[in-house]
Each structure stands twice: as C-alpha cells, then as structure tokens.
C-alpha cells in the first residue's frame, strides 16, 4: 500500500513538473489546442492518432496488453517493471511523448493503474479562492461543485480501493491544482501559482 502511495504521489510530482515548464499562455478548453496551451509546434512529437483522451478512460482494470495497444493503436514500450509488497509482478507501459504521455501500469499482466499528461485540460480556469474551499473528506461531486469537472490524471485500483488524481487548470498552464480521492473522497489535494 505504501509503494502505491509513493507511486501515485511521485505521478502528481511529475505532473506538477510538466505544468511548470510550459509557457504562460491561455488555458485550452479541449484536446485541440494543446499547442496553444504548451506553446509548442507538437509536430516534432511523436503522439499517436489513436492516443486520445477519450481512449484514455476507455482504458478499464483488468484489460491486458494487447487490448490497450489496440485502442491507442499502437505498442507501449516497456518503462519500468516491479513486484508489488505481495510479490506479483507490474510492468508499466508508454504511449506517447512529452508533453504528451500516457503510462498504463500492469500488474500480472492486466491494468492496474494508469496516468496521463497533455491530453487534456479542464474548460474553465480556477481560482485559489475556489481551491481553499476544498478539504479532505468532500466527494468527487462537491469538488465538481466547485470548481467544475476535472480531468482525470491517474488512477490505481490497490487492495480493492479505487485512487483517482483529477486536475484543473488556472488562466494559464503553469497554473494547476491536483486532487487525489481514495474511494470518492478527497485524501490530498495540492496546487501550483494558483491566483
């Protein structure tokens, strides 16, 4: 359980990273602007046709390998390999490039957790006002409330408990708040430069 954690918190790090290093530029309302979100010619990126957000929460526990590389269209390459305190193996897969980058984590050989990176952003920008209001113990739906719907981040299914990271974006991309929920319920919640 601990491993999951440190796991899923290093994925919020990462992101976090990648949020500070784009240009502050006007927040993208929807994958097709992500080369105005991270002022960038995403030409020079190798980004799969079929590695799409929505191909990304298509993605379901339990799907093997193969039926992942046929929704994205293509092969993961093989990133990392591990053994759980349990002692079954995990693999983690990439699809993609920076800025934009899926991992898909495997444990005995179907998807146990997966994470993503530039596929999307939320539609609405918000504020630190708004991200105060939240706290440990509020659901998915009040956070919604809030501040909007968030985009999903990451996801790790560990000991039967289902750990989501959402994001959402400020006016610009080095403006970002995460929140994780364990089960629905807020556990963590961090941000970056919000206004």
Not at 135 to 160: F, H, K, P, R
């Amino acid at each position: 359980m601990k491993k999951a954690v440190a796991i899923i918190l290093s994925l919020c790090l990462i992101l976090l990273l990648c949020a500070c290093g784009a240009e502050d530029t006007d927040t993208a309302s929807d994958t097709d602007s992500l080369e105005d979100l991270y002022n960038t010619d995403l030409s020079d990126v190798d980004v799969p046709e079929g590695l799409t957000y929505e191909h990304f929460m298509e993605v379901a526990d339990g799907m093997t390998l193969s039926e992942v590389n046929a929704l994205f269209g293509t092969e993961g390459e093989l990133t990392g390999t591990d053994e759980t305190d349990d002692g079954q193996g995990q693999e983690i897969y990439r699809y993609g490039a920076m800025p934009v980058v899926v991992d898909i984590t495997f444990t005995e050989g179907v998807v146990s957790g997966k994470a993503q990176s530039g596929l999307a952003t939320t539609a609405q920008a918000v504020t630190l006002e708004q991200f105060e209001q939240i706290s440990n113990g509020m659901t998915y739906d009040e956070v919604v409330s809030i501040l909007g719907a968030g985009v999903l981040s990451s996801i790790m299914y560990v000991s039967n408990n289902l750990t989501e990271t959402y994001t959402w974006n400020g006016e610009s991309a080095e403006q970002i708040a995460m929140i994780m929920f364990q089960d629905d319920l807020v556990v963590f919640s961090t941000q970056y430069d919000l206004d």
